[in-house]
Structures are given as structure tokens and as C-alpha cells.
């Protein structure tokens, strides 16, 4: 059993702003990824069993990401698995690193308080190895700094809103 990676951000919007900001292509691909990074939108289909597919950029290099949506209850949790892949949206496995998971399962809660909304992320390896589950584990501090540059894009992005 793997310790999940869980990160938590307060922001001043409500749930179903935030909701939405995962719902379509256009704002999605505005803030998701690392600071720094462009991202490119190949595929955005926010169902169950749709898939978010796109590139990540930072000077020469080009990986890709796929998220496959399990569930979505509007606008408090959104579920998917999460994946390094190639440009025909295959899963493989990231070029850094063959001990990280396959798959990650991710659930986004948000939870309205008096304050506007608790973002609660929460990551665990799917069908993965104890190495791959322990690998995961060790990446958490370098994880929780990536989740704060996106979180930070996503602040800044329903800001502009």
C-alpha cells in the first residue's frame, strides 16, 4: 500500500470556478504543468473515459502527458489516472526516471469554506511495483514543488478570470 502524495491550496474562488478550470482545453492548457513549461493541448475530452492529452515544453525538450478521466462530480471532485506518454497518447514510462509508476490515480477535492475554496489533491501509484511505490515516495518534496508552480498558474489564471 502506498503513502499517498497530498497537497493542499486555499484559494479565494469558488468550487465551481476551480471545477471549471479543468473542464475545457482552453483553460486547462493555460495553467497545468510545471512554471515555466508551455503546454500544448493535443486532445481535452472532460468525461468519464475522456482523455486530456498534450506536450509539455521548456527549450529543446518535448515530453507528453495523458490524463484519462475515471469521474467527475461538479464541483467538488474530479478523478483521472495520470501518465507520462508519447505523441499518439500511449502510457509509457518518463524519460528521467524507469522506477517512477506507470500510472498515477489522482482525486482533486474542493471543498467551499468561508474563505472561497480548499483545493486537496491526492496521488497514488496504480498498479505499480513496491519499487515504482517507493521510488514515488521519495519524489514527494520534488513533487510538492512542481504542484506549487502549477497551483500558483492556476491562481494566477482564475485571477485573470
Known amino acids: 500500500m502506498s ?11 469558488s468550487p465551481e470556478k476551480i471545477y471549471d ?3 475545457s482545453a ?5 495553467w497545468w504543468g510545471p512554471a515555466g513549461m508551455g503546454l500544448n493541448v493535443l486532445a481535452h475530452d472532460f468525461t468519464p473515459g475522456g482523455k486530456f492529452h498534450y506536450t509539455m515544453e521548456m527549450g529543446e525538450q518535448i515530453s507528453y502527458g495523458i490524463m484519462e478521466f475515471i469521474s467527475m462530480k461538479r464541483p467538488t471532485e474530479i478523478q ?3 501518465s507520462f ?5 500511449n502510457k509509457i514510462k518518463p524519460p528521467f526516471a524507469a522506477e517512477f509508476p506507470l500510472e498515477i490515480h489522482n482525486t482533486v477535492n474542493l471543498e467551499a469554506n468561508k ?3 480548499l483545493l486537496t489533491i491526492k496521488g497514488v501509484p496504480y498498479n505499480a511495483t ?3 511505490i517507493a ?13 506549487s508552480g502549477t497551483f500558483d498558474q492556476l491562481e494566477s489564471y482564475l485571477s485573470k478570470l
Open 80 to 82: 483521472w489516472l495520470n
Open 21 to 23: 478550470a479543468f473542464a
Open 115 to 117: 474563505e472561497g475554496t
Open 26 to 30: 482552453e483553460a486547462l492548457g493555460a
Open 85 to 89: 506518454a508519447d505523441g499518439k497518447g
Open 130 to 132: 513496491e519499487e515504482e
Open 135 to 147: 521510488f514515488f515516495e521519495g519524489m514527494f518534496e520534488g513533487m510538492n514543488q512542481g504542484f
Open 3 to 13: 503513502k499517498p502524495l497530498i497537497i493542499s491550496r486555499q484559494y479565494k474562488h
